[in-house]
């Protein structure tokens, strides 16, 4: 699981935040090897970029299956807190660097490959609006376009991803799990907006 020194100064700086813990059987032995390098990273960020109108940032990639744009995210370096890997991410995925940061929750993924647990870690990062046009800076980020998203939007992501078919199975099935946990997020914020 993640640091638990590193999550006591989370909490320090941003309050309580949800974890959940989400486990990830049976995986394809091609999805295992990518889980065993993508586990060489101590974890990610997964960037939510408020655009305005309760919308967020989602990229897609030319390697993606066709219609799949997803929440920005990067690895953290080993060494790396999780803050300044977000600072970093932001900048090199959209060209932004915010003045303010702030930990929405953490999903803590756990993958079973071959009997062997692999532990990694994703911190959801919300930056303060964001409303220019995104512009990536490091561009072996492969980036191939912008769109934004409201929260029906989000869960609609969210299914998309967990619903690809062949090879991109397991790994959208991973990448659905913060865009339904931001949706469920989202939806709440709102009714809980709506009752005051």
Known sequence: MANHKEIEKLIKRFGNFERRTLEYKDL???????????????????????????????????????EVYRLPTG????????????????????????????LLGLLENVFWVDDEQYVYPSFIIQTQEFTRKP?????????????????????????????????WREWGRFRAAPHLWLAERMEWEKLRAANF
Do not use: C, M
């Not at 586990?39 to 897609?60: A, C, F, K, N, S």
């Not at 370096?77 to 915010?98: L, M, S, T």
């Open 135 to 167: 512009k990536p800076t490091d561009l072996d980020e492969l980036i191939s376009g912008f769109r934004d998203a409201d929260q029906p939007e989000l869960r609609a992501v969210a299914l998309h991803l967990a619903s690809l078919p062949g090879i």
């Open 75 to 102: 690895g953290i370096h080993r060494g790396e807190n999780v803050i300044d890997a977000a600072k970093r991410e932001v900048y090199e995925e959209i060209g932004f660097k915010p003045k303010a940061l702030y």
């Open 28 to 66: 394809s032995p091609g999805f295992g090897e990518w889980i065993k390098k993508l586990t060489r990273r101590r974890g990610e960020i997964v960037l939510v970029v408020p655009r305005g109108e309760g919308r967020v940032l989602l990229h897609t990639k030319p390697h993606y299956p066709e």
